[in-house]
Structures are given as structure tokens and as C-alpha cells.
């Protein structure tokens, strides 16, 4: 019973909603939380600092392609960050997720 956890860093707190918003209603993911954050990065050789809104989004594995595409459409970032990771979870919660996707 695998669940895949999508992590997206977004620019601001609109795109980040609008991100799990369009996940939703697509009936890709069950949930997505949205976290205040602080990144420190590399970019064209300079050190930049953001203040960005972390989306973690919970789906499963089958949803990843789908999701990606939705994601990257939507996200202004020239190179958006998109990481996932699979988590086992409790049946309760694997069946409650399950019933909200459509595939």
C-alpha cells in the first residue's frame, strides 16, 4: 500500500493553491498541504534567498505522469523542483485516498 508524495516549491502562496486546486478537481491527488518556506539556492551563479510556499501533495503512483504534467504547466519556474517519494500509510488512509482518485 504505497502512497506517493509529490513536493513542489512555488513562488507564492496563489500558485502553490492553484497547483493542488487543479490536482483535485482532477481527481489525481486526495490532498495537498501548503507550507511557508525559506530557499536558499544557486542560480546562474549567484546565491539567491525566497520566500516560497512548499506544496505536498498526496497521491498515488499510477497518478505521477498526469500530476507532473498538470504541475509543470502551471508553475512559472524556468526549472520548477518536482520531487516524489513513495510512503506506506495505514489502510484506513490508502482506502480513503484511493476513493477520492480517478483514474
Known amino acids: ?6 513536493y513542489v516549491p512555488c513562488p507564492t502562496q496563489t500558485v502553490a ?3 493542488v486546486k487543479t490536482l483535485l478537481e482532477s481527481r ?3 490532498c495537498g498541504n501548503i507550507y511557508p518556506s525559506k530557499s536558499m539556492y544557486q542560480w546562474q551563479g549567484k546565491m ?3 520566500d516560497e510556499w512548499v506544496v505536498v501533495i498526496k ?14 504547466n502551471l508553475h512559472p519556474y524556468e526549472v520548477p523542483a518536482i520531487l516524489d ?3 506506506g500509510v495505514n489502510p ?7 476513493a477520492q482518485i480517478a483514474l
Open 1 to 6: 500500500m504505497d502512497v506517493l508524495m509529490i
Open 17 to 19: 493553491m492553484q497547483i
Open 28 to 30: 489525481l491527488a486526495g
Open 48 to 50: 539567491e534567498t525566497e
Open 59 to 72: 497521491t498515488l503512483p499510477e497518478c505521477y505522469t498526469i500530476a507532473v504534467e498538470k504541475i509543470t
Open 85 to 87: 517519494w513513495k510512503v
Open 92 to 98: 484506513a488512509y490508502y482506502d480513503w485516498l484511493k
